[in-house]
């Protein structure tokens, strides 16, 4: 893999790993598309690494021609990582997750073990995330947050305990 070619992946992950940083507290329709885009030439760049390892040039090893393939799947599993870790709050175990969907409004509420909770609320192209501590009882979830929550549209059917 040549430096220019490294260059440029090293940059896409940074882009990538910048807008998933960004979107931690709230979200933005265009940011997926760019996020989308970034996917798909990483996944060009894999083609064409793969292409690469079989044509094998007079004087090349398969040793040589391996490392920029593990280079690519090594930033697409960082890619992964770390959006795992940004979506579950630094890796917390989801213990309720509630959607709601309609053609102008979408609301997502993870509830994590710990009793913490993170609301994300869409209307058009951007949405908020919320968070703070849930109070979980036999029947109700009260949310405690600084911030002033949205009205919350979906029904809570609690799992039994």
Do not use: C, H
């Not at 885009?37 to 090893?61: C, D, E, R």
């Amino acid at each position: 893999m040549s430096k220019k070619s490294l260059l440029v992946l090293s940059l896409l992950f940074f882009a990538y790993i910048g807008i998933l940083f960004s979107e931690r507290n709230g979200v933005n329709l265009n940011w997926g598309l760019v996020k989308i885009a970034l996917n798909f030439t990483f996944l060009v760049a894999m083609i064409y690494y793969l292409y690469g390892f079989f044509k094998l040039s007079p004087g090349q090893t398969y040793t040589r021609k391996f490392v920029p393939i593990l280079f690519i799947v090594a930033l697409i599993a960082g890619t992964q990582f770390v959006a795992y870790f940004i979506k579950t709050d630094g890796g917390k175990t989801i213990f309720i997750r509630k959607e709601y969907q309609s053609p102008k409004q979408k609301q997502l509420l993870l509830i994590f073990r710990d009793s913490s909770f993170k609301l994300l609320n869409i209307e058009g192209r951007t949405g908020t995330y919320y968070r703070g501590q849930a109070l979980l009882t036999s029947k109700t979830i009260l949310l405690k947050s600084s911030q002033t929550l949205p009205q919350l549209l979906f029904d809570l059917n609690l799992p039994n305990p």
